[in-house]
T-cell receptor
Framework: AQSVTQLDSQVPVFEEAPVELRCNYS??????LFWYVQYPNQGLQLLLK??????LVKGINGFEAEFNKSQTSFHLRKPSVHISDTAEYFC????????????FGKGTTLSVSS | DTEVTQTPKHLVMGMTNKKSLKCEQH?????MYWYKQKAKKPPELMFV???????INESVPSRFSPECPNSSLLNLHLHALQPEDSALYLC??????????????FGPGTRLTVL
């Protein structure tokens, strides 16, 4: 069975500081990995995705993530955060088999303060 | 147009009411999804429609009844709900159902409160 673990439930940072949100996955088959962001009272927006190829993936809003197969990780990073990055971040995995069902992690709340 | 729209934004209903949630997309996507999201939790998959046919029902109680009248519309009919059904209901769509690479586009959700 596949699973996703987001290691930090809350990450408080100051504006303009770097941030890393950690995600580990468990799967016996090939996976596709995603990071979604959810702003308060809104739906989910895709930040970036890893399907194949380069392990460093660049997304929207200055975010990037690195796929590490040996460590089964897909950590999200941003070199300098803004107040507007305050949101809930979900890591998700989709298995390379029938269907596109997303398995979500429990989420990480990123709180950016000035 | 990469938008999934959902109506209403907010819904308050009693346990004996019948109501419906509506979802619409005009991206030509052939797969549509309903998710339920409780506060501070990740979305949980409820139903998947592919080419207007129900492909997955994640053991959802029968008081939730999905309907896909055409390729652009997805409804969720609600009847005799319980207070614990209060949540954010998210609709999503993707180009195809089979093929994990296809990105899911999410709507803004309907905030449901059951009294």
């Amino acid at each position: 069975a596949q699973s996703v673990t987001q290691l930090d439930s809350q990450v408080p940072v100051f504006e303009e500081a770097p941030v890393e949100l950690r995600c580990n996955y468990s799967s016996s088959v090939s996976v596709y990995l995603f990071w979604y962001v959810q702003y308060p009272n809104q739906g989910l927006q895709l930040l970036l995705k890893y399907l194949s190829g380069s392990t460093l993936v660049k997304g929207i809003n200055g975010f990037e993530a690195e796929f590490n197969k040996s460590q089964t990780s897909f950590h999200l990073r941003k070199p300098s955060v803004h107040i507007s990055d305050t949101a809930e971040y979900f890591c998700a995995v989709s298995v390379n088999q029938a269907g596109t069902a997303l398995i979500f992690g429990k989420g990480t709340t990123l709180s950016v303060s000035s | 147009d990469t938008e999934v729209t959902q109506t209403p934004k907010h819904l308050v209903m009693g346990m004996t009411n019948k109501k419906s949630l509506k979802c619409e997309q005009h991206m030509g996507h052939r797969a549509m999804y309903w998710y339920k999201q409780k506060a501070k939790k990740p979305p949980e998959l409820m139903f998947v429609y592919s080419y207007e046919k129900l492909s997955i029902n994640e053991s959802v109680p029968s008081r939730f009844s999905p309907e896909c009248p055409n390729s652009s519309l997805l409804n969720l009919h609600l009847h005799a709900l319980q207070p614990e059904d209060s949540a954010l209901y998210l609709c999503a769509s993707s180009q195809e159902w089979r093929g994990p690479a296809y990105e899911q586009f999410f709507g803004p959700g309907t905030r449901l409160t059951v009294l």
